[in-house]
């Protein structure tokens, strides 16, 4: 789950992680009455969840109340890459004697948080990447050793932060990991993480170290156990598809093919999407239905694959272990009273009744539904109807 930069913030001044004060606000007239209590000069920036909206006007500097409302009035409302604004946050203006990038996040390849520092902040990670990789200071933690006073020393020597900023730097990522581990994120990042020019309080400058941007996706599988952070969701802004499974159950993920793929067990989905792509096609989604699967959550996962209007064909895999190959086909049957999709269907069922299940769709005749024998029979075919449906 992704949370707004103000509610990111919030979730780092729980950890005395040091940001700009500011308010949030969803009206003109809040907006300019957050200014009025924060002061001028204030910064009036859009609340969205991607990147650039400096650069698209979403982030503007207001010297008074009358720049305030302007700004406020431009902002709301503006689309930024697709998002519409509907919040805003207020916050005061920072001076800036340098900008630096600063992350935690989940490397799922070495199975280890990667902690990582650049003095390029205020720019795109990847660009830096790019371009300068030397310039990108990185550090995997054993989750069982922690971040430790000496690895971010280190990251701070290795980037070429100035001496007199490397402690409270490396002060500063330590708390970052603190963030990261304590609240179950997969990604923290500040960007950028400013020194400010003013002797700040506290030992060797760490007062002159803030926060200006943060950048937090937690973990959904264990909101459970952070219902503070749960109520953080925004279900008006999560995929449609997406919002329909979650409330019925199901493991779905939307990708930006379109032949519909459902199977019962990550694996076989994920097998099944690759041998789809290796036909040449291009998967609309991924859905698990789970082991066991009955037929009211077989009609439940048809209806959400079909609520994707670029679906143009759909393939269903089912290896029947605890999967039954009946119930499966009682429950397309079923869907297809229910729904009655307009787009074709290809079925593989092997295993646990996987020849009932064939004589079930064999008697109801349904129509523009084929049957294949094996995984790569049943992905070639799916592909083949799915181009002979984009050409209709």
Same mark, same amino acid.
């Given at each position: 789950m992704?949370?707004?930069e103000y509610?990111?913030?919030?979730?780092?001044?729980?950890?005395?992680?040091p940001?700009?004060?500011g308010?949030?606000a969803?009206?003109?007239d809040?907006a300019?009455?957050?200014a009025?209590?924060?002061?001028y000069?204030c910064?009036?920036k859009?609340?969205?969840?991607?990147g650039?909206?400096g650069k698209?006007g979403?982030?503007?500097?207001?010297?008074?109340?009358h720049?305030?409302?302007e700004?406020?009035q431009?902002?709301?409302?503006?689309?930024?890459? *697709?998002?519409e604004?509907? #919040?805003?946050?207020? +916050? =005061?203006?920072s001076?800036?004697e %340098?900008? $630096?990038?600063?992350?935690? @996040?989940?490397?799922?390849?070495?199975?280890?948080?990667?902690?990582?520092?650049?003095?390029h *902040?205020?720019m795109d990670? #990847?660009?830096?990447? +790019? =371009?300068d990789?030397?310039a990108? %200071?990185? $550090?995997?933690?054993?989750? @069982?050793?922690?971040?430790?006073?000496f690895?971010?020393r280190?990251?701070?020597?290795?980037a *070429?932060?100035?001496?007199?900023?490397?402690?409270?730097?490396g002060?500063?990522?330590?708390?970052?990991?603190?963030?990261f581990?304590?609240?179950?994120?997969?990604?923290?990042?500040v960007?950028?993480?400013i020194?400010?020019?003013?002797?700040?309080?506290?030992?060797?400058g760490?007062?002159?170290?803030r926060?200006?941007?943060?950048?937090v996706?937690?973990?959904?599988?264990?909101?459970?156990?952070?219902?503070d952070?749960?109520?953080?969701?925004?279900?008006?802004?999560?995929?449609?598809?997406?919002?329909?499974?979650?409330?019925?159950?199901?493991?779905?993920v939307?990708l930006?093919?379109?032949?519909?793929?459902?199977?019962?067990g990550?694996g076989?989905?994920?097998?099944t999407?690759?041998?789809?792509?290796?036909?040449?096609?291009?998967?609309?989604?991924?859905?698990?239905?789970?082991?066991?699967s009955k037929?009211?959550?077989?009609?439940?996962?048809?209806e959400v694959?079909?609520?994707?209007?670029?679906?143009k064909?759909?393939?269903?895999?089912?290896?029947g272990g605890?999967?039954?190959?009946?119930e499966?086909?009682?429950?397309?049957?079923?869907?297809?009273?229910?729904?009655?999709?307009?787009?074709?269907?290809?079925v593989?069922?092997?295993?646990?009744?996987?020849?009932?299940?064939?004589r079930?769709?064999?008697a109801?005749?349904?129509?523009g539904?084929?049957?294949?024998?094996?995984?790569d029979?049943a992905?070639?075919?799916?592909?083949e109807?799915a181009k002979?449906?984009?050409?209709?």
């Open positions: 992704d949370l707004l509610q990111g913030k919030q979730l780092f001044a729980r950890h005395d992680i940001v700009p004060s308010r949030h969803t009206s003109v809040e300019v009455a957050a009025d209590d924060i002061g000069p910064v009036i859009a609340q969205v969840k991607i650039g909206r698209a979403g982030i503007k500097v207001a010297d008074d109340r720049e305030a409302r700004h406020a431009a902002i709301l409302g503006m689309d930024i890459r *697709g998002l604004v509907h #919040e805003l946050w207020v +916050e =005061e203006a001076q800036i %340098a900008e $630096l990038y600063a992350s935690v @996040l989940l490397d799922r390849g070495a199975k280890k948080p990667l902690v990582m520092l650049s003095t *902040g205020g990670i #990847e660009a830096v990447a +790019e =371009e990789p030397d990108i %200071a990185t $550090l995997h933690v054993d989750p @069982l050793l922690g971040f430790q006073d690895h971010g280190r990251l701070a020597f290795e *070429g932060v100035p001496a007199e900023l490397v402690r409270p730097i002060g500063f990522l330590r708390a970052l990991y603190d963030v581990v304590a609240e179950e994120a997969t990604l923290v990042e960007n950028p993480l020194v400010t020019p003013e002797a700040g309080a506290g030992a060797a760490a007062g002159r170290i926060a200006l941007d943060a950048k996706t937690l973990d959904d599988n264990a909101l459970f156990r952070h219902p952070n749960a109520e953080l969701r925004d279900p008006g802004a999560e995929d449609p598809q997406e919002r329909m499974a979650k409330e019925r159950g199901l493991t779905y939307k930006d093919g379109d032949i519909g793929i459902l199977g019962n990550a076989l989905v994920m097998s999407l690759d041998v789809v792509a290796q036909y040449g096609g291009r998967p609309a989604n991924f859905l698990d239905a789970g082991g066991g037929a009211e959550a077989i009609t439940q996962a048809v694959i079909l609520s994707n209007e670029k679906v064909a759909v393939l269903f895999n089912i290896f605890i999967t039954r190959g009946d499966v086909a009682r429950g397309l049957v079923e869907a297809f009273r229910q729904v009655e999709p307009r787009v074709p269907f290809v593989r069922l092997d295993g646990t009744n996987d020849e009932e299940g064939r079930i769709l064999a109801a005749a349904l129509e539904v084929r049957t294949a024998a094996t995984m029979e992905a070639q075919m799916v592909v109807v002979q449906g984009a050409a209709a």
